[in-house]
Every structure is written in C-alpha cells, then in structure tokens.
Nanobody
Framework: LVQLLESGGGSVQAGGSLRLSCAAVSGVAYSTVCLGWFRQAPGKEREGVAVIYTGGGGTYYADSVKDRFTISQDNAKSTLYLQMNSLKPEDTAMYYC??????????????????WGQGTQVTVSS
C-alpha cells in the first residue's frame, strides 16, 4: 500500500510563498522512484507541476512554474518538498504528492502520475 502524506498548503496573497511537504510513509522504494506533485483546479485539467528522480536528483518542471517552484528531497527522512515562490492566483489548486512513471534510465514522466496522496489545498488571492 502506497501512502504519501502531504502537508503545508494554505492561503496566501499573490507574490507570497508556501512550502509543501510529502512524507513517503509506506509502499515506496524511496531511493529509486520518481516523486513529485501534480495539481488539479476545479474545471481545469490535471497538471504535472514538478518531479524529481530520487535516485539521482534529476528534476522536471512544468513551464508554468519554472523559476518559481523548486522541488527537493531529504532522503534520510523519505520526504519531498516543493518550495513555491512568487505565487499567482492561477496557482490555486489542490496539490497532490504522487509517484510518476519512469524509464529504467531514471527519466521521469511529469504527465504520468501513479499513486497519490489525499492532497493539500493551495489558495492564492489577488
């Protein structure tokens, strides 16, 4: 059973920052997996936001968040982080920590989530 526990969402004004955390509680081979975040806003398509290959640190970002969001990890804690700066109202969504499909080379598919957690809400007001 894959268990991913997100935290850190909340409400912030445009231009502000939030940091999301995701603890891989169980069911994940943390050292060799693609982990990251996707988001879903009401009436919009799901969007892969940021993914990291835990075995080598390769990172992948959606164009909409490049240079504003940073994904990182603490292997010792099996925990993933998403630092979100310069937030915009269009970043408002439910954010889900998820595994993502990967190649044997470690390449991660940002548009192919696998197992995800309960999600954490991020709301950005203008």
């Amino acid at each position: 059973l894959v268990q991913l526990l997100e935290s850190g969402g909340g409400s912030v004004q445009a231009g502000g920052s939030l940091r999301l955390s995701c603890a891989a509680v169980s069911g994940v081979a943390y050292s060799t997996v693609c982990l990251g975040w996707f988001r879903q806003a009401p009436g919009k398509e799901r969007e892969g936001v940021a993914v990291i290959y835990t075995g080598g640190g390769g990172t992948y970002y959606a164009d909409s968040v490049k240079d504003r969001f940073t994904i990182s990890q603490d292997n010792a804690k099996s925990t993933l982080y998403l630092q979100m700066n310069s937030l915009k109202p269009e970043d408002t969504a439910m954010y889900y920590c998820s595994t993502f499909a990967r190649r044997s080379t470690g390449y991660c598919y940002i548009d192919a989530p696998g197992f995800w957690g309960q999600g954490t809400q991020v709301t950005v007001s203008s």
